[in-house]
């Protein structure tokens, strides 16, 4: 999801908006369990639902402007996983 986050944030920056402005987008990242389900009859959607979903949305408001805000648990998870806890072949 981080390098997904990343990825999104740079693509948004090499666009630029209708007003000549680069367009600056904000992330939010926490990791958690989710509860998802598909919502509505007449227009169906797939949503998720949950205190991790409340979390990475506060998260993702409060961020500046082309910045993706990341909780303590997920940076424990990523930073461990550059760390080398984990080779990126999920043999770690």
């Given at each position: 999801?981080?390098?997904?986050?990343?990825?999104?944030?740079?693509?948004?920056?090499?666009?630029?908006?209708?007003?000549?402005?680069?367009?600056?987008?904000?992330?939010?990242v926490?990791?958690?369990?989710?509860?998802?389900?598909?919502?509505?009859?007449?227009?169906?959607?797939?949503?998720?639902f949950?205190?991790?979903?409340?979390?990475?949305?506060?998260?993702?408001?409060?961020?500046?402007?082309?910045?993706?805000?990341?909780?303590?648990?997920?940076?424990?998870?990523?930073?461990?996983?550059?760390?080398?806890?984990?080779?990126?072949?999920?043999?770690?």
């Amino acid at each position: 999801a981080v390098s997904f986050g990343k990825a999104v944030l740079h693509e948004a920056s090499n666009h630029l908006m209708p007003n000549g402005k680069q367009c600056q987008i904000r992330a939010g990242v926490h990791t958690g369990e989710v509860c998802s389900g598909v919502v509505g009859s007449r227009m169906p959607r797939y949503c998720l639902f949950g205190d991790t979903v409340n979390t990475a949305s506060r998260m993702e408001s409060t961020s500046l402007p082309g910045r993706m805000q990341v909780s303590e648990v997920t940076h424990a998870l990523v930073s461990g996983a550059a760390m080398g806890d984990d080779d990126g072949n999920g043999n770690g």
